[in-house]
């Protein structure tokens, strides 16, 4: 069965996360769906805004297998490749040329975190867990993360929950720039359609218009594609510092129930 479910009404292209039994971590089957379904829904002209979604968990960050199986191989084709393709399900997102909001309930964790950020504009539940996550289970965050968190919320930002895995809710992350609203859990969904509905009536000008705000909000630094090649290399070595063959050794790192 699918694990991404994929929907257009009046423009707007809705896009769900469905694997709740594991929070929405992200498989490589997953991820690819994901991708998929953002492709699609670029290549339909008539959609003129995306809303990507996880219902009550938006996303738990890659499944544990992933990582640990790159982490036993940093270089293995496979493994390598298998990573690659989680980081491209939400730099997919970030790159298509429609308007896209991240409509967050639950947890956003790790590279669900780089997911929501990826997006143009975030609606979030008052509840929600916005946490990097990364090094509280022993490995280097990944797919362009700091660049992620400092072009959204700035410097300070990206040092606290980055740099020091401060987690926040849905209002403290309005108050960062990290979300533009905050909301009740049931009213998540439909605030985020509303404002996409806000363009989506004219898709040609909603393309023009994404890229235009693209084009000329890029911060200064590093660029995001740069950046997911320089955070590849240390989070290769922290992959095979906790899954390699010596993790036994060190006694490893406490295992992380949420598929980070």
Avoid at 146 to 161: K, S
Avoid at 206 to 228: H, Y
């Amino acid at each position: 069965m699918s694990e991404v479910t994929y929907a257009v009404e009046d423009g707007v292209a809705t896009i769900t996360l469905s694997a709740p039994e594991r929070r929405n971590a992200l498989s490589v089957e997953m991820s690819r769906e994901l991708i998929d379904a953002a492709r699609a829904a670029e290549d339909d002209h008539t959609v003129g805004a995306i809303v990507v979604t996880g219902g009550q968990h938006f996303c738990a960050g890659a499944v544990r297998a992933v990582l640990a199986d790159t982490g036993l191989d940093p270089v293995e084709d496979e493994a390598y490749r298998n990573l690659e393709t989680v980081y491209r399900a939400f730099t997919t997102i970030g790159d298509i040329g429609v308007p896209t909001i991240a409509a967050v309930r639950g947890a956003a964790v790790g590279a669900g975190l780089n997911l929501a950020l990826a997006t143009d504009l975030r609606i979030v539940s008052r509840t929600a867990r916005l946490l990097p996550g990364f090094a509280q289970i022993g490995i280097h965050p990944g797919g362009g993360h700091f660049t992620l968190l400092n072009r959204v919320a700035g410097r300070e930002a990206a040092a606290a929950l980055g740099l020091f895995g401060t987690e926040v809710d849905g209002e403290r992350a309005v108050q960062l720039g990290l979300a533009w609203a905050a909301h009740d859990d049931a009213d998540v969904e439909p605030e985020a359609h509303a404002l996409a509905a806000r363009v989506a009536g004219d898709p040609e000008l909603a393309r023009r218009l994404v890229r235009s705000f693209r084009r000329e909000t890029v911060p200064g630094g590093v660029a995001w594609d740069v950046a997911v090649e320089l955070e590849r290399s240390p989070q290769m070595w922290s992959l095979r510092r906790k899954h390699g063959p010596a993790a036994g050794e060190r006694g490893g790192s406490p295992a992380d129930p949420s598929g980070r």
